[in-house]
């Protein structure tokens, strides 16, 4: 019975898959709010970097 541990590693891979998710969500030890104004500081960055004007070095291609 070849590959019959497969079962095996897809709930050993699932399980790390889902252990992963648990800790970034829950395990940055914030407060909502403190969470709530850094998520909407790196948002303002974010679009402040995509609305800014970009050199265009492809037409000079």
């Known amino acids: 019975f070849s590959g019959g541990n ?3 590693l897809a709930r050993a891979k699932n399980a790390k898959k889902q ?3 648990k800790g970034k969500k ?3 030890g ?3 709010a403190a969470r709530k104004l850094r998520d909407a500081e790196i ?3 974010k679009q402040k970097k995509a609305s800014d004007p ?3 070095d492809e ?3």
Do not use: F, L, T, W
Request: hydrophobic share 25%; aromatic share 0%.
């Open 6 to 8: 497969q079962r095996d």
């Open 19 to 21: 252990g992963n998710d």
């Open 26 to 28: 829950a395990d940055d």
């Open 30 to 32: 914030m407060s909502a």
């Open 43 to 45: 948002m303002q960055q």
């Open 54 to 56: 970009k050199p265009s």
């Open 59 to 61: 037409k000079a291609k």
